[in-house]
């Protein structure tokens, strides 16, 4: 297999961006007078980087690039907090091993696996990925995903996961057949709300690289 960080931008620029319809629906009923967001869970710590590869400091600093270069963009959904969504968070260990994958190289610090990844996939493929990892409309919690063995879940990005239970492990199979399949590390992240998020220790990738 042919890995390289032009080959994943080349083919992620031609992979049209699914309607955002289904993101901008009427509110779900709130958890709250007012629901926490992802957004709000991601910059729990502030938006900074940190020596912490186990939490999320890459992904957040990934939503605020897109946010501040394409304010329109449908990643806000993340910060919507009413709108029910279930979304699979890959930490900065996860995304350390995609540019490790990808380079060749591996980073020293979280700081400089976000510009490594940044700076060779460009904002447009950024914001794919990032929506390949949202499930629109569903609060899936991990009493749903562990009986939905098999089930395919379509993202925002248009495409789709597909849940696969070994034993009690939980696993991802995404677009690429070739690289392991990202598992679920933590569960039912922001609880209680109609956002939920579970982790996952690589990133999804949204066509086989």
């Known amino acids: 297999m042919n890995i390289s960080m032009r080959g994943l931008t080349a083919a992620l620029a031609t992979s049209a961006l699914a309607s955002t319809a289904a993101l901008v629906a009427a509110p779900a009923a709130q958890a709250a007078d007012r629901p926490t967001s992802l957004a709000q869970v991601l910059a729990a710590d502030g938006h900074k980087f940190d020596k912490k590869w186990g939490d999320f ?12 270069e394409k304010p329109k963009s449908a990643v806000g959904v993340l910060a919507k907090g009413r709108v029910k969504l279930t979304a ?13 994958t990808l380079t060749g190289t591996r980073p020293a610090t979280e700081k400089a696996t976000f510009k490594a ?7 447009d493929t950024i ?3 990032l929506l ?7 609060t899936l919690g991990s009493g749903k995903v562990v009986k939905a063995d098999g089930a395919k879940l379509t993202t925002a990005q248009g495409g789709t996961v597909t849940v696969d239970i070994k034993g009690k492990r939980v ?8 690289l392991r399949n990202p598992q679920v590390i933590a569960v039912d992240i922001n609880k209680g ?3 939920i998020a579970h982790a996952i220790n690589r990133v999804l990738l949204p066509l086989d690289i």
Do not use: C, W
């Open 132 to 138: 390949y990892h949202v499930v629109p409309g569903k």
């Open 171 to 178: 696993f991802l199979a995404d677009a690429d057949p070739d």
């Open 193 to 195: 709300n109609p956002q």
């Open 88 to 100: 699979f968070l890959p930490t900065d260990r996860a995304f350390r091993q995609l540019a490790t």
């Open 117 to 123: 990844l940044a700076s060779a996939a460009g904002i």
């Open 57 to 68: 400091d890459i992904l957040d600093a990934a939503v605020m690039a897109v946010l501040k």
């Open 127 to 129: 914001e794919t990925v």
